[in-house]
């Protein structure tokens, strides 16, 4: 019989009774417990990504990762048996930086590092415990835990632009005329909108996760696999476009009748589950099946159990290394001092005028708000919804944080960033244009953190987290700045810009106030 190399102790006679599918079960227990331990640490960070998975459609086939990572694994047992398990100590080096990163993430609340984090602790915890041979061998089953992390809501701008801009040329290549208002648009029979729903975002996560599992499956060569998951990315983008297309064209074809409900949602996924098809139908031809020894088990030998001192071992320097983050991340908490009461006032040089848009930013409750309107030819609007630092509260920099309402009269037609000079400094700003039905209105937005004004999400976190640590303070407010307009919005550009060179530097000393003795 086959043994299997090891540094721990060889197994005794009187266990082969244990070997073969007990110790295959008792294997698998052991490596699942191993790879499970940062979940144990960093519970909450686990639970937060298993709230999103549960709340959010584009995300629910997280729930599966795991298991088919486990799976993958299992599916290894009697290939993995030939190799020797040796701890990998420098992973722990590994493990302690991405515990760092989690710490910094946490300070600044930042949930898309933390999970990418805790996910990348999985295989490092492997590599540490098992050794790199094993670790080497389950690369692709370990690395697919990363798509459990809820990713993605950042390309839904783009993508909705895309299939706006090919909704809209399709329709004219047909011959229907349509008149566009960002990704708002009219034809003849009715008027559509294309929103989150539309952009595709859940079948192009959906598409790349499938088809980097069947890619893997599949083939054995680098390049026919890189083809696949590369098809698995294009094709959904460009079938969605075609989708919207196609639910236009029900709906004008059947005068507003078809496909304007819920019933268009229906119709999405069932095209997409067409085209998913097709492309593995398609895929499939090139199949390139893997040796069958590679996943069958030999005649002539059984599966021997773990060596448990080394896996206790190194499970116990895991643990180590991985308790010291969640434990810095509570103390910073309970360092967390009250904070006095925000109250925002700005003495301007310019006349105060009634309020002349009912608009508001869809932004968590501020600890502070300040909304005033002035005098101007188009008049201006100044928003600041100020954030206290502490723990559960509000965050000034959110991905739900949002200046246009998606259901309500200001939608948000189009934003980008754009650079200015006003009141003696040139900055970037996020400019977005609201509207519908005739409405429209210019926002310019930027973060004020500790004295520091920056339009970029990263940027803004990173100054909270230089707050935090340096002081114990990474309050920050959000600045909203606002003007109406018709047809040209250079005419509110230029009434902002005015305002701001007068009402700048009052606006920071307001700002300055607020600051934690």
Same mark, same amino acid.
């Given at each position: ?220 060569? &680098?390049?026919?696999?890189? =083809?696949?998951? @590369? *098809? ?5 983008? #460009? +079938?969605?476009?075609?989708? !919207? ?90 360092? &967390?001092?009250?904070?006095? =009461?925000?109250? @925002? *006032? ?5 006349? #105060? +005028?009634?309020?002349?848009? !009912? ?159």
């Amino acid at each position: 019989m086959n043994t299997l190399p090891s540094t721990g102790p060889a197994a005794a006679p009187g266990a082969a009774a244990s070997h073969g599918p007990l110790a295959g079960a008792r294997n698998a227990l052991l490596v699942a417990l191993v790879m499970l331990l940062p979940l144990l640490v960093f519970h909450e960070t686990a639970l937060s990504v298993a709230h999103i998975w549960e709340r959010s459609e584009t995300f629910a086939h997280g729930f599966l990762i795991l298991p088919i990572s486990l799976w993958l694994v299992w599916r290894q047992r009697w290939a993995l048996q030939q190799l020797p398990l040796q701890p990998c100590w420098p992973a722990l080096l590994l493990l302690a930086a991405f515990g760092a990163a989690w710490l910094l993430a946490d300070l600044a609340e930042v949930s898309i590092v933390r999970q990418y984090a805790l996910a990348a602790m999985l295989p490092l915890t492997v590599l540490a415990v098992l050794g790199r041979r094993i670790a080497g061998a389950l690369l692709f089953p370990l690395a697919f835990i990363l798509f459990a992390v809820p990713v993605g809501e950042s390309l839904v701008p783009p993508l909705i632009d895309l299939t706006a801009d090919f909704t809209v040329d399709a329709l004219r290549l047909t011959g229907i005329p349509v008149l566009r208002d960002g990704n708002n648009f009219s034809i003849p029979s009715g008027n559509w909108s294309v929103v989150d729903a539309c952009s595709g975002l859940r079948y192009l996560i959906s598409s790349i996760t499938l088809g980097c599992l069947f890619a893997y499956l599949s083939y054995r060569t &680098a390049w026919r696999r890189a =083809a696949f998951i @590369l *098809a698995s990315i294009l094709v959904p983008v #460009a +079938a969605n476009g075609v989708r !919207a297309y196609m639910i236009v064209m029900m709906g004008h074809l059947s005068g507003m009748t078809l496909a304007v409900g819920v019933d268009h949602l229906i119709y999405g996924w069932v095209f997409f589950g067409l085209v998913m098809l097709l492309l593995f139908w398609v895929g499939s031809f090139w199949r390139e099946d893997g040796p069958a020894a590679a996943a069958a088990p030999l005649t002539s030998q059984a599966l021997l159990p773990l060596p448990l001192r080394p896996l206790i071992g190194g499970g116990v320097a895991v643990l180590a290394v991985l308790v010291v983050w969640p434990a810095l991340a509570a103390r910073a908490d309970q360092a &967390a001092t009250a904070a006095p =009461a925000v109250k @925002l *006032a700005l003495v301007s040089p310019t006349p #105060a +005028a009634p309020e002349f848009t !009912a608009w508001q930013p869809d932004y968590a409750a501020a600890s502070g708000t300040l909304r005033q309107s002035f005098a101007g030819a188009p008049p201006v609007g100044l928003t600041v919804l100020f954030y206290r630092d502490a723990p559960g509260s509000a965050k000034l920099v959110s991905s739900t944080n949002r200046i246009g309402q998606q259901k309500a009269a200001y939608r948000e037609n189009s934003a980008d960033l754009r650079d200015e000079s006003f009141g003696g400094r040139h900055m970037a700003v996020r400019e977005a244009m609201l509207g519908l039905e005739g409405r429209r209105l210019l926002v310019w937005q930027w973060y004020w953190v500790n004295g520091s004004m920056t339009s970029s999400h990263y940027v803004g976190k990173l100054l909270q987290v230089k707050g935090k640590l340096l002081s114990g303070n990474g309050d920050g407010a959000a600045v909203m700045v606002f003007a109406p307009y018709d047809e040209d919005p250079a005419v509110a550009r230029a009434a902002m810009r005015a305002f701001l060179d007068r009402n700048l530097a009052p606006l920071d000393q307001s700002l300055a106030g607020t600051r934690r003795p």
